[in-house]
Nanobody, 124 residues
Framework: EVQLQASGGGPAQAGGYLRLSCVASGFHFDDYAIGWFRQAPGKEREGVSLINNRDRSTYYTDSVKGRFTISSDSAKNTVFLQMNSLRPEDTGVYFC?????????????????WGRGTLVTVSS
């Protein structure tokens, strides 16, 4: 059974940082692309970042480039999202999701499995 457990969300001040973790189980970690997505109140879900574990290529939405870093630890079956220089517009529920496809872009959806989200709230 595939399980994706996201954690690390919480309140933060603008300019601060948070580190999200997505612990995965039930599939061969290095054969999947794993992405972070977020949904802000009243807005549609958007892709934030993705890492393809086959070659560790990474992809980011424009609004987080230079501030967020995605990384993957195969020994821990965990993907991290380091979020620096947070802004109020980064507020939302963050989800991790996986795809068996050999993805080399940041999708808006279409992933195979989704985990429960973790709430990030950034205040100004």
């Amino acid at each position: 059974e595939v399980q994706l457990q996201a954690s690390g969300g919480g309140p933060a001040q603008a300019g601060g940082y948070l580190r999200l973790s997505c612990v995965a189980s039930g599939f061969h970690f290095d054969d999947y692309a794993i992405g972070w997505f977020r949904q802000a109140p009243g807005k549609e879900r958007e892709g934030v970042s993705l890492i393809n574990n086959r070659d560790r290529s990474t992809y980011y939405t424009d609004s987080v480039k230079g501030r967020f870093t995605i990384s993957s630890d195969s020994a821990k079956n965990t993907v991290f999202l380091q979020m620096n220089s947070l802004r109020p517009e980064d507020t939302g529920v963050y989800f991790c999701a996986i795809s068996r496809d050999d993805i080399h872009y940041l999708p808006e959806g279409g992933m195979d499995y989704w985990g429960r989200g973790t709430l990030v709230t950034v205040s100004s």
